[in-house]
């Protein structure tokens, strides 16, 4: 009998996961989507596709008391082992504009749907990218019980998009290359291919090439009045839908680009520049919303209330540098950046200055789940974690489980007598080879319009991947 896979074909997957799903022969696969506009998609490369609709479903059920009134939401806390719905609930950025009685209705009816799916098809894989709303993250929960597993595609934290890697948690942790690292599968030659590698990346600095993209200096553009004009004609024109809580207004986000490019200008008076001879640790900031605070570091989501715990929790002679996430800039509220004011150990780094120079000069840094954190690991620096990150896995970096100890595990580390540069190295070029290891062929950069030879490689792994579950624990 041919097993059944379930891809969330949302937007953007929408229109990459049809086309996956055409290439893979030794499983059925039916499609997720959110919206009549994303099964449109799916249906336009798939025609006979077999799709759920996570608003129509809503949307249909929102008045059936009877099913509402059937279950409680401890009732699905208990079946399928989950501390808090809510946790679940809050890392979704469009949900939480809804009331209490409402959210509990959203909640009850994705688990309706889920559940139903899973009874019809008996699906063995929920294909996802990394998990990134409240849908998937409750996906991923009930998968488990009922022996279907979770695998998401995600993109690696070095410098290319030419390849990516598989996940099976919330996390994005990489169960291949923990798996590498942990076992005995580094070779010689592995090694010595890493400390190549890490050399260059030291000598060289080089940025994530995402960042080459979104990490311009904002300005002014002629198309923010044709943005203008858009967004006036969206608000006239707009159709609402209460139940496809996913469709954004664009009256709205046809105006980021001029409110951003305004708020940058008058951030600006904000930026400060490093100071010479200052002992100090280094907090990047995140960009939000994304699933890189909301689901990989939910506790320390609120960037202002996580600032205000490190710098209380400083030795009395650093400082803490807080450095803007240059992607978008603008995106914060101005009240973000007079808050940070208020703490006098805190000193909010000008964006433009070279994340490099400032980690090389530090005496560590923290971190939520930053690329900054695993660059600052490959300069031998002390990377103190809040969230949750794959790079937490490396020997040398510090977790933090308990933020109660934070002050006392921060002093041992800095004090704590260095480990040999070589030994380091030779940890770190283990894992590093290891992440590499783990690596596939294949882009998957979303924005990208899918590529036919691409969409063949990336089917090719994941139909290998399926196939092997030496990897993966239900």
Not at 154 to 160: A, K
Not at 329 to 356: A, T
Request: glycine fraction near 2%; charge should be positive; include cysteine.
């Amino acid at each position: 009998m041919t097993k059944t896979v379930i891809f969330y074909s949302r937007s953007l997957q929408n229109r990459l996961y049809p086309l996956i799903a055409k290439q893979i022969t030794k499983f059925n696969s039916v499609h997720i989507v959110q919206n009549e506009e994303e099964g449109r998609v799916v249906k336009s490369i798939i025609p006979d596709a077999k799709i759920y609709d996570l608003t129509n479903y809503i949307k249909s059920n929102w008045d059936n008391d009877e099913k509402l009134n059937s279950i409680s939401l401890g009732f699905i806390e208990e079946t399928y082992k989950i501390n808090s719905l809510w946790k679940l609930y809050y890392v979704d950025r469009f949900l939480v504009k809804y009331c209490y009685e409402d959210s509990v209705k959203f909640i009850k009816l994705h688990y309706f749907f889920i559940k139903m799916i899973i009874d019809d098809i008996k699906p063995v894989f929920f294909i996802n990218e990394e998990v990134a709303m409240f849908s998937a993250f409750l996906f991923l929960k009930i998968c488990k019980k009922h022996e279907c597993k979770y695998l998401g595609f995600s993109v690696p934290r070095n410098f290319t998009y030419d390849k990516f890697l598989f996940t099976q948690d919330e996390y994005s942790h990489y169960y291949e290359l923990d798996a590498h690292y942990q076992g005995n599968t580094i070779t010689t030659n592995d090694i010595a291919l890493a400390l190549s590698n890490i050399k260059k990346i030291r000598e060289t600095a080089i940025k994530p090439e995402y960042m080459l993209v979104q990490g311009a200096k904002p300005k002014f553009s002629l198309i923010y009045f044709w943005s203008l004009l858009k967004s006036f004609f969206y608000l006239l024109f707009e159709k609402k839908d209460y139940f496809n809580y996913v469709k954004r207004k664009k009256s709205v986000t046809q105006l980021n680009g001029l409110k951003f490019y305004l708020r940058y200008l008058m951030q600006k008076r904000y930026y400060k520049k490093p100071l010479e001879n200052q002992k100090y640790l280094l907090f990047p900031l995140h960009f939000q919303p994304e699933s890189s605070t909301l689901t990989k570091a939910t506790d320390f989501e609120n960037q202002i209330n996580t600032i205000e715990i490190i710098a209380k929790n400083l030795p009395g002679d650093y400082v803490l540098y807080v450095k803007e996430h240059y992607a978008k800039l603008g995106h914060r509220e101005m009240s973000f950046y007079k808050l940070i004011q208020k703490f006098c150990n805190v000193r909010f780094i000008d964006p433009w200055i070279d994340s490099h120079s400032l980690i090389k000069k530090s005496e560590g840094v923290i971190v939520l789940t930053s690329t900054v954190g695993w660059e600052a690991l490959i300069y031998r620096k002390p990377v103190f974690i809040l969230g949750n990150v794959f790079y937490e896995t490396f020997r040398y970096s510090v977790k933090i489980d308990n933020i109660y100890k934070l002050a006392e595990i921060i002093k041992d580390k800095l004090h704590e007598r260095q480990i040999s540069e070589n030994d380091y190295d030779y940890e770190l070029a283990k894992y590093f080879a290891s992440y590499t290891k783990a690596m596939k062929e294949g882009s998957y950069y979303l924005k990208l319009k899918p590529d036919a030879e691409n969409v063949k490689i990336l089917a090719l792994e994941l139909e290998k991947e399926l196939e092997n579950s030496k990897y993966f624990s239900i």
